[in-house]
């Protein structure tokens, strides 16, 4: 129903610049919100930014992230994005895009996986 596949990941040291792309298809894609979470070996899925509203104007920021990252979506290229500034180690990780349930609460907040996910894409930062 819904394809994702993300790209952007690398290696950065410590307080520098990733953009993350999310390339988003399939025919129920625009039923869905769409958001972005991280997972660390070992650790468990981290909501980290996030859209629930159709409108795209209402947005989840992890407090861990707030005010470094950026999520934005461009409707018409089918593309979510999401800017990572000040990288940090502890940003290291394993970053997907998700499609969930539109409303409150967020679904990347409490189901980060959401209904629809990509394969990831490694973001390592050095110290």
């Known amino acids: 129903l819904v394809q994702l596949v993300e790209s952007g990941g690398g290696s950065v040291q410590a307080g520098g610049s990733l953009n993350l792309t999310c390339t988003i298809s399939g025919r129920a894609a625009s039923t869905f919100c769409m958001g972005w979470f991280r997972q660390a070996p070992g650790k468990e899925r981290e909501g980290v930014a996030g859209f629930y509203h159709d409108n795209n104007l209402a947005t989840y920021y992890a407090d861990s992230i707030k005010g470094r990252f950026t999520i934005s979506q461009d409707t018409a290229k089918n593309t979510l994005y999401l800017q990572m500034n000040r990288l940090k180690p502890e940003d290291t990780a394993m970053y997907y895009c998700?499609?969930?349930?539109?409303?409150?609460?967020?679904?990347?907040?409490?189901?980060?996986?959401?209904?629809?996910r990509g394969q990831g894409t490694q973001v390592t930062v050095s110290s």
């Open positions: 998700a499609a969930g349930a539109c409303g409150e609460p967020p679904f990347i907040a409490t189901k980060p996986g959401g209904s629809f």
